[in-house]
């Protein structure tokens, strides 16, 4: 038998109506602050990421799903989205056309991790990139944002992390501080570290060893050694961040894995989901549009993912969905009639009514058992002895009212019923 790929996820009907209350938060909350949807293809040119993310990055050197096509093009499936938001902003000249672009995005993304609860190898992503301003509230606006959305989701055991990155030159300089600090100490750091102290220093204080922690403790902090520019926006990003009333703890600690960071990042927690419990992460990127020959362009943004929520609203159960009905099933008492009541199912469908009939020849009773599991708010019967004088009984299926109603008018009936 052939099953769904490793660390790929079929999303089965029953499992749609959380999508679609997550789909609908996304949208409400992305509208209410003026951003508009973006949609770019599934696979770009490898080399957009491979410039974009950083070849030293985990998603680039170890986890992209790249493959050469039958022209010989180099294609990666998109692990993430900024770069193709950046690719198609430079593209199509969208900061001509307006100097600040608020864009958001939900889709699909591929990355080859080991697959475990909360980590797949193609999961959905929503986020969000405004860019062509430095200004730090577009940051905090960042923040609330994805703390809206998951708070009108019903999350509660939230923590959101802030940090800041500096300015390339503040960090360039870090970068040395730290290089010295680990000098001899190197030889006692777990292997992956030992390769991040060559390739992406600051990536060793995500290491999860023991050792590398206790070594890391001690030490000098990237927040300790800000340029002034970076500590003042970081300072008013706090303060925003009271002024919204969202709690936040400042963590020193996050690096974040990706290259193009600089200044503000944050990543929003959830302490319901084991241990891939980052919900959401991003920050601002003020020289990534020029890394991708874009006119130098300021930016900000983060990535949620879906599924890692939906897990944290299963565990938290948050989420009222609203439950499926159905708002008429045609039971049909004479076989003869199925094309009848096919008809009179089309013109109620067309009238936006739901309407479902009988595919399978089933009695009356298993029509009913169907109508039942459907949950339908009412029931027709055609094909009783009333049928001859063009009538058919209507029930109401909550109170088990049932009234004779004329097939003619039948359309005009149902829809004063159902209000539409
Ligand atoms: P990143 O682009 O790595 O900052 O990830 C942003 C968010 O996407 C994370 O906080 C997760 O919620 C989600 N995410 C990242 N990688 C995976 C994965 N392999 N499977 C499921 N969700 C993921």
Redesign the pocket.
Known sequence: MIKAVT?TKDILPDEIPAWKVVEKTIERIFRNFNYKEIRTPVFEETSLFARGIGEETD?VGK?MYSFTDRSENNITLK????ASVVRAFIEHSLGKQQSLNKLYYVSP?F?Q?R?QA????Q???F?AEALGSTSVYLDVEMIQMAYEILKELGLKDLNVKINSLGTPESRNLYKEKLRKFLSDKKDKLSEDSRKRFEKNILRIFDSKDEKDKKIMKDAPLLLDNLDNESKDSFEIVKETLKLSEIPFKVDPYLV???DYYTKTTF???SGKVGS?N?????GRYDLLVEQLEGEPTPGVG????????LLACENEKTLNLPENKIDLFIACLNDELAGKVFEIALNLRRKNISVECDYLNRSLKAQMREANRLKAKYVLFVGGDEYKNGLANLKNMETSEQRLVSLNKIDSILLEVFNV
Request: glycine share 18%; with cysteine.
């Open positions: 660390g998603i986890e692990p993430e989205m900024t993304m990355r991790e697959p909360g980590r797949l190898r999961f959905h992503q986020g974040r894995g990706l990543e929003i927690v891939q980052a919900l959401c992460g991003g983060f990535a949620a993912g879906i599924e890692r929520i």
